[in-house]
């Protein structure tokens, strides 16, 4: 879990438009990964970083601003008006 906040802590700290994060808490622990996507999240916020996340886990897709999911081959918006 601390390799992966550094890690993080190191692709905020040069301040980049885009962010890419494949699964970000897959290999954690619920408290370490929750207190990962937290902070990705806060900091997505104050820098106005774009974070493209690819996750399996629907708690971390709701908290998400736009939602795309790869349905029969084919990337398909989600309603967020549901």
């Known amino acids: 879990g601390e390799q992966q906040r550094v890690a993080r802590a190191r692709a905020f700290a040069l301040r980049p438009r885009l962010l890419l994060a494949d699964e970000p808490t897959g290999n954690l622990d619920a408290a370490t990964g929750g207190a ?3 902070l990705m999240f806060e900091m997505n916020a104050e820098q106005g970083t774009t974070l493209l996340l690819v996750t399996h886990d629907e708690a971390i897709a709701s ?16 309603d967020s008006s549901a």
């Not at 736009?66 to 918006?77: A, N, P, Q, W």
């Open 36 to 38: 990962i996507i937290d």
């Open 63 to 78: 908290r998400c601003g736009r939602v795309l999911r790869l349905r029969s081959g084919e990337l398909v918006e989600e």
